[in-house]
């Protein structure tokens, strides 16, 4: 990392610091810097900035980034985006009463798969599902989701429960000689 990309804040020795990947010896040195980086294509093209460790090897000089700094990045992309985080995506599933991923991809309908990857910060959700994500954060919402889903599994062809469900119209002779004479005419044709 050149000096231009970044405003070293503060160095440090990092004792729970892996080995340096390339020559394999301890002697970690972290330095917090301001990392500027582009995120976005084309005319949607804009730089960010999130604070990062960037760690350096005391024996060979090599610098890289780890697991943290990634996240870190990813976190301000979310920021940016106006969407939650991984961290927080996964403190809704915890904070529900500690459901495992496939008991609140059951409820929610939502991807097992895809719930891990947005916990795990491998893919971020779009709006609207961010939005359903918020309304969870809410205990009573998760509730009433969790009713849904177990009536409709106890009764899977009753549509009864569901609020403002359609009336079924009783079909009579009337109706179906009205249906036989029925005509559909644009407005103003000549």
Do not use: K
């Not at 405003?7 to 990092?14: I, P």
């Not at 179906?176 to 004479?181: D, N, S």
């Amino acid at each position: 990392m050149s000096r231009q990309d970044r405003d070293v804040v503060l160095s440090d020795v990092h004792n729970d610091a892996p080995s340096c990947p390339d020559c394999e010896r301890d002697g970690i040195v972290t330095e917090w810097i301001e990392h500027r980086f582009p995120y976005g294509r084309e005319e949607n093209l804009v730089e960010l900035s999130a604070r990062i460790p960037v760690r350096r090897c005391e024996e060979c000089g090599n610098q890289f980034l780890d697991a943290e700094a990634e996240d870190l990045m990813h976190e301000a992309v979310c920021r940016h985006l106006g969407v939650m985080t991984s961290s927080e995506v996964r403190a809704i599933r915890r904070q529900s009463g500690r459901l495992s991923r496939a008991e609140f991809a059951r409820i929610t309908r939502l991807g097992e798969a895809t719930i891990g990857r947005w916990e795990r910060g491998e893919l971020i959700q779009n709006a609207a599902y961010d939005q359903l994500l918020y309304l969870l954060t809410f205990p009573e919402n998760l509730v009433r989701i969790r009713e849904r889903v177990e009536m409709r599994e106890r009764n899977p062809h009753s549509m009864t429960h569901v609020a403002g469900a359609f009336r079924v119209l009783n079909v009579t002779r009337g109706l179906r000689a009205q249906a036989r004479e029925f005509i559909l005419t644009t407005v103003g044709a000549a």
